[in-house]
């Protein structure tokens, strides 16, 4: 990828990138030098080391390993060091309130919880749970020319929602490049379970110090929470990143693209569109999801769910029942992430013994969950703040029992990079209904409507289905693609061709049948003979109510005809 040429300077330095940030130091007069090492995530997303300047591009003294990303944002978005910043502002001002401890967002947490919210508060010792920024530099109105795998290039972002504002963001982007301090590992690149249960339930923490601020994250998946330690014997820490969707509460009637994040771990109600409690609402709301603080911590649970069900090493049964629900694209009706998200198929019986206590609380979380979501009141946020404080309290409780027996499954190993495969992170427009089709292997299809915004993930997967971290499309589809002759007319040997190529891909997707399987297809079967059924009873009542018509026989239909 050649990005010599852009604003600011960009050298190629062999098979990496010297990226100069000018208007840095104290006075703004100074410009600061970082050369990648490696690409991290494969859209713009690289470490980096700062060094001495462009002429001697050799490593500053003491400098460590950094990560720098270069983003392109709309000009009227804020950047992410901007919401940092603002975020950060918001939870000292909540830390300042005489009585926050009796605040309605913590009517649910016990006195040790907000113990351990109090002594986050001090010395602002609660920035350690965020990925910190340690430099940025925006180019306003930049012309930047598009990178052939720039993934994040023309993404359409939540905050634009008719089509004109989407056509002049598309013209009109700034370039942000933002350098974090510390080189941090992914929640899915953690080792075992013990790791990776403990840095999540940290990130429920940093969910929660978001959530008293005002604030929701609106993109939690297993690549924003990421794993930080000094060395191979400190502790994991949790990162939470990627505030580029954060936003504070929104107000009862205005919405913005609630459809936007990972669809491996996307709320349910964000994916359906619409409220549990739907039925109940007015008319003009009932298709209406404003994006809440409980979407955020069932995230968490749905990235607990797939870690347990789908990251274990050798967990076949548990992956086979649950690979459906994973997918890499979100659309409404997913009948399988439904039966998910409703209890179907057993994750106690999947798991195995050793983790059934672990599956129970899971279990017993989501019942909760459902009930929460039932309460939904469409009023305001401030009437919600209960469920809210709910929700974060029973997640805490849930993480607490299940440490009564991490001596079990603490040492569980979990898919290694070697076993993984790419998958694909789709960021939907809400004005798009229509279903959208992805093939991992090769290129993306779609159903007739608006093309949605797509940017690429490389996550941990086995099997066909695990989910994102950033990487190139595959190059699978051109090859098969080379294979058929470029015809400029559709002839019968073209189109039994292009039959054969679609019925195979086909195949080759198609997942093993299972019983959870077996027994979908058998109820949409009878659905199907239901239908058909009663259209057939329809038609003959139809028939039977007409007066009888005098019978014709053949020669006088004929000679109606002469």
Same mark, same amino acid.
């Given at each position: 990828?050649?990005?010599?040429g ?18 840095q ?25 700062e ?5 001697r ?7 460590k ?5 270069d ?11 901007d ?9 000292r001002g ?6 926050w401890?009796?605040h ?8 040790g ?33 598009s990178?052939?795998?720039?993934g994040t ?79 191979e ?6 990162k ?6 954060a ?19 996307m ?5 359906q ?10 008319? %003009? #709301? @009932?298709?209406? $999801?404003?994006? =809440? ?6 995230? *968490?649970w749905?990235?607990w !769910? ?34 998910a998200?409703?209890?179907?198929p %057993? #994750? @106690?019986?999947? $798991?195995?013994? =050793? ?6 609380? *899971?279990?017993?979380?989501? !019942? ?21 404080s ?21 040492l569980?190993p979990?898919v ?13 427009d ?6 959208w ?12 409507g ?18 994102h ?7 699978k ?6 294979s ?17 190529e ?18 979908l ?8 003979n ?5 259209k057939r009873t ?25």
């Open positions: 990828m050649d990005l010599s852009y604003e600011p300077p960009i050298l190629a330095i062999g098979s990496n990138y010297l990226y100069e940030l000018p208007n130091g104290e006075d703004g007069s100074q410009s600061r030098f970082f050369l990648t090492t490696r690409s991290l995530h494969g859209t713009r997303v690289w470490e980096a080391i060094v001495e300047s462009r002429e591009p050799e490593k500053l003294g003491g400098a390993p950094v990560v720098l990303k983003a392109r944002i709309a000009n009227s978005r804020m950047t992410e060091k919401i940092q910043t603002q975020l950060f502002d918001d939870i909540f830390a300042a309130m005489p009585h401890r009796e309605a967002l913590l009517s649910k947490f016990n006195e919880e907000k113990d351990r919210l109090g002594e986050l508060f001090v010395d602002d010792k609660f920035e350690n749970l965020f990925l910190r920024i340690s430099l940025e530099y925006r180019c306003v109105n930049a012309s930047i020319r990178p052939t795998n720039e290039a023309g993404k359409v972002t939540s905050a634009q929602a008719d089509t004109g504002e989407r056509r002049a963001a598309a013209t009109s982007r700034d370039r942000v490049i933002t350098v974090f301090e510390e080189l941090c590992t992914a929640l899915h690149d953690l080792p075992t379970l013990g790791e990776a249960t403990h840095v999540l339930r940290q990130g429920a923490v940093a969910l929660q110090l978001m959530m008293i601020a005002g604030w929701i994250h609106h993109d939690i998946s297993s690549g924003n929470i990421l794993a930080f330690r000094e060395n014997d400190a502790p994991w820490t949790v939470l990143a990627d505030l580029e969707y936003h504070k509460y929104l107000p009862r009637g205005e919405h913005i693209h609630t459809k936007v994040g990972t669809p491996f771990f709320p349910f109600e964000v994916q569109q619409r409220r549990l409690n739907w039925f109940m609402l007015p008319g %003009n #709301l @009932k298709a209406t $999801v404003i994006y =809440d603080p409980q979407h955020d911590v069932e995230s *968490i749905w990235i !769910l797939w870690i347990v069900s789908m990251r274990i090493s050798g967990r076949e049964a548990s992956r086979t029942a649950y690979q459906s629900a994973f997918k890499a694209v979100a659309h409404m009706e997913d009948l399988d992430r439904q039966r998200w409703t209890g179907s %057993n #994750l @106690k019986e999947c $798991v195995g013994e =050793d983790l059934g206590d672990v599956a129970a609380i *899971i279990h017993n979380l989501r !019942l909760a969950f459902l009930r929460l979501c039932a309460s939904h009141k469409d009023t305001s946020p401030q009437d919600n703040y209960d469920r809210y709910e929700a974060h309290a029973l997640l805490t409780d849930a993480f607490i029992q299940v440490d009564a027996t991490r001596h079990v499954w603490e569980l979990l290694q990079k070697a076993e993984m495969h790419s998958a694909v992170k789709v960021k939907l809400t004005s798009s209904t229509g279903l089709d992805s093939c991992i292997d090769d290129g993306f299809r779609s159903a007739p608006p093309q949605p915004q797509i940017e690429l993930d490389d996550l941990p997967a086995e099997a066909a289905n695990i989910a971290k950033r990487t190139r499309p595959n190059q589809a051109s090859q098969e693609q080379r058929i002759p470029n015809i400029s007319r559709m002839t019968r040997s073209r189109t039994k061709l292009l039959m054969e679609t019925t195979r891909k086909a195949a080759d997707r198609t997942p093993p049948m299972t019983r959870a399987r077996t027994r297809v058998k109820e949409v079967a009878a659905v199907n239901d239908a058909t059924r009663l329809r038609k003959r009542t139809i028939a039977e109510s007409l007066p009888n018509q005098p019978s014709v026989d053949n020669r006088t239909k004929k000679a109606r005809y002469r």
